[in-house]
């Protein structure tokens, strides 16, 4: 049972344009979600995170929205640039009282074309 | 941000021989280190849990007996896959986490592994 799902594998978007990339979990016990980065042959980078008390959060070009109702967060970024070209995971932390690993979705591929 | 170092970041080995791999957090204490595994085509699977001074928590399907977890001190777990086979090339990446909860994982570079 795969609790935090990224349903598109891969994404396509124009240097300078919007990138969103969706996220979507089951447990809604979930109350902190986090973005890595990663590029091939690396280990992946955190990116961002938000906290179940916010619906908003914003570094710089990366925001990442929450919508607790619908179990759904989206990473947007804006512009695009060709360095962000990477496969972005979202995780989750599980529920207070259990263990500390990470339920990672399965990855979305960005390509951000020149 | 800390700094999870994990070596090496390239192997090849025989099939047959064991080949370990190291990771270290360079500026923080680790309590958990966490082993992740990546298929093609982007997942990351996780292996095992490992838990200072303590034995090594696996996924099911996971060998524990092919995939062994030390994780000795605070800074340093390794993982060494033992009698090596092709399909074990893969790259392997670690993570650790300072404890507590809603910490964010750092992650190491990883390795590629290459079973000949």
């Known amino acids: 049972d795969q609790q935090v799902k990224q349903n598109s594998p891969s994404l396509s978007v124009q240097e300078g344009r919007i990138s969103i990339l969706n996220c979507d979990y089951t447990n809604s016990m979930f109350d902190y979600f986090l973005w890595y980065k990663k590029y091939p042959a690396e280990g992946p980078t955190f990116l961002i995170s938000i906290s179940s008390i916010k619906d908003k959060n914003e570094d710089g070009r990366f925001t990442v929205f929450l919508n607790k109702s619908a179990k759904h967060l989206s990473l947007h970024i804006v512009p695009s640039q060709p360095g962000d070209s990477a496969v972005y995971f979202c995780?989750?932390?599980?529920?207070?009282?259990?263990?500390?690993?990470?339920?990672f979705g399965k990855g979305t591929l960005l390509t951000v074309n020149p | 941000g800390a700094v999870v170092s994990q070596h090496p970041s390239r192997v090849i080995c025989k099939s047959g021989t064991s080949v370990k791999i190291e990771c270290r957090s360079l500026d923080f204490q680790a309590t958990t280190m966490f082993w992740y595994r990546q298929f093609p085509k982007q997942s990351l699977m996780l292996m095992a849990t490992s838990n200072e001074g303590s034995k090594a928590t696996y996924e099911q399907g996971v060998e524990k007996d092919k995939f062994l977890i030390n994780h000795a001190s605070l800074t340093l777990s390794t993982l060494t896959v033992t009698s090596a086979h092709p399909e074990d090339s893969s790259f392997y990446i670690c993570?650790?986490?300072?404890?507590?909860?809603?910490?964010?994982?750092?992650f190491g570079q990883g390795t590629r592994l290459t079973v000949v």
């Open positions: 995780a989750a932390p599980p529920p207070p009282g259990s263990n500390y690993k990470l339920t």
């Open positions: 993570s650790a986490q300072t404890g507590g909860m809603n910490t964010e994982a750092f």
